[in-house]
C-alpha cells in the first residue's frame, strides 16, 4: 500500500474521528478532576476547586458567545449576578428550595438576554461591548439599590446551600460533587451543541454573516438564541455560586468581572473548546496566589494577556498544536 | 410568460439619483441558463444584488415562482429556492470545507436547540445524514479529498467550486452565480463552465453575471445585455453577438472578439 503524503493537520483530524473523541477526552479530563478531594483533604483546597467548577462554566459559556459566536460581550457577569440574585431572593424571601432557584435562575437570566439582546443584538463589534457593558452597570446598581430585596451593598444573607432533605450540601467537600457535575452537564451540552446543525450555524454566522444570508441562516435568530443560550448557562452559574457560598455582594458581579472573564476567555483561547478550563484555572488561582496585593492581580492578569496573545494568539490551548505544527514541518 | 420561474418587472434602482437599473424587466424560464452582461458599470452587480437581496429597489417587483420577493430578507430568498455565490468570495474560511457543505445544507435540517444540547439520536441521525450528503456533493466535484482542510487554506480556484458546492447543498431551484470565472485562469474557468453545464443539463435554473465572454456565449441560452442601467439587447449568442447596439457599447473592448 502506498502512504500519501498528507498535510499533518489533516491527518491529524482525519485519525481521530471527532465525535466520539472529544466527548472521550472530556469525561476523562473529568473523572481525572473528582480525584481533587482525595488528594488535597483540605477544605480551602477543595473550595478553590468548586469556584473553578463554577468558573469554567461562566467562561465556557462566555467563549461559546465570544469565540464561537464572535459577540464581545462585557455583560457576562451581569447575567452571573442576576442568576445568582434570582436564586438567592427565590430562597430567602420566598422560601423556595435551591433546586428551584437553579432552573428560575437560568430561565430568567435566559429570559432578561432575550429582551436585552433584541435592541442590542443589532449592534456590532465595539457597540455591541458598549451595550452590554452598559446593561451589566444597570444590573449592578440595581443590585445595590433594591436594598429590600438584595441585602444592598452589604449582600444578600441567609442564603441556604442546596440539600436532599436533611442532608445540606453546607461543606465544601459536599458542594464538590454538584459543581462537579453540573460543570460537566454545560460542558457536554456546549460540544454537544458545537457538533450540532445550529452550532455550525452560529460559527457560520461568525465567520461570514453575508456566506450564512445566503444559505438561508437567519443571522440575527442565530445570534440571539446563542447570547440567550449563554446568558442562561452564566445563571446557572450564578446559581450555583449564591448557594456554594450562601452569600452574593454586587461587586462580584462588577463590570470589571465582565472585562475579567473576557481575558480569561482570550487567555485560555477564544473559539477552543478546552481554553475555559484553562482560564477558569487561572482566573481562580490566581487571586489566592496574590491575596495580599490586589493591585499585582490585575497587572498580572494585564500582563498575562499581553504575553499570551502575542506568543500565541490563539491562548494558552492554542499552544499544543502550534509546538505540533513546528515541529511538524521540519524535515525528517 | 406565467410559467416562468424568475420574472422582473420594471425595476429601477438609483443611487443618489444616478441611475444604476431603468425599468427593466426580463423573465428566466426553468431550466434554462441566461446570462447578464455589459461594460463596467452597465448595472450589472446592481440587478444581481436586487434579485438576491443585498439591494433594494427603488421601484418596480421581483417575482420568483408565483411569489413576490422584493421585499424579502437574502435569508427568506434562499429558503424560497434561490442560491448564490459571491464574486468575492463569501465561504466560511475557519471551518472545514465540509463543514461549509453543511452548513449549505442548513435549510433542510430539523433538529432544535434542546435536540443539539442533547445531543439525542435524532440530532446525531440527522448530523450522519448532512454528512453523508455532503461527502457525496463534495466528490462530485472533487473536492472530497479535502473534506477536512480549513476553507480558508484552499486554492481560490477550489475555493469557487466550494463555494458553488455549498450553494447547491441545499438544492435550490434557482442558481444565481456572480462572475463565477473571475479570476480564474481559462482552464480552471472552463472548468466551472463544464459544471455549470452539468447542473443545468440535471435540470438547474441559472441566471450568471460574467465578464468572461467565451464562457457566457458557449454556455447561456438567453442572454441580456446591458449599457447604463438599461437593456440594449436580449437573445441568443449570435443575436447578441452581432446586435449594433452591443457592438457600440463594447467597441474597442479587447476581450470582445
Redesign the interface.
Known sequence: MTVLPM?T??TA??ARPWHLSDHARLLIVWFALLVIPFLAPNAYVVSLANMMFINIILIASLNLLMGYGGQISLGHAGFYGLGAYVSGVLGVKFGLSAWVGLPAAALITGLAALLIGIPVLRLRGLYLSMATLGWNAILVVLFNRLVDITGGPNGLLGVRPFSFGDFALDNDFRQFPLVWLVALLVM??IL??L???????V??VA??E??????????FRTKL?VFV?TAGMAGIAGSLYVHVNQFASPETFSVSSSILLVVMVAIGGSGSFWGPILGAAIYTAVPQVLLDYEDAELMLFGLAMLIVLIVSPTGLAGIPAALRRRFARRPA | MSDSLLRVESLNCYFAGLRAVAELSFDVQPGEIKAVIGPNGAGKSTLFNMIAGVTRPTSGEIWFDGSRIDNLPTFRRARLGIARTFQNLQIFREMTVLENVMVGRHMQGQSSVMGALLYTPAMRAENRAMTETALDLLARFELDTKAQVLAGDLSFGQMKVLELARALASKPRLLLLDEPAAGLPQAEAEHIGQIITTLNRDGMTVLLVEHNMRMVMSLSHDILVLNNGLRIAEGDADHVRRHPDVLAAYLGDAEYA
Open positions: 498535510n493537520a489533516v483530524r482525519a457536554l451540552a454537544n451543541f457538533r450540532s446543525r445550529i452550532g455550525r450555524a460559527r457560520a465567520t461570514n453575508l456566506g450564512a444570508d445566503a444559505v438561508g441562516i437567519d443571522s438564541l443560550l
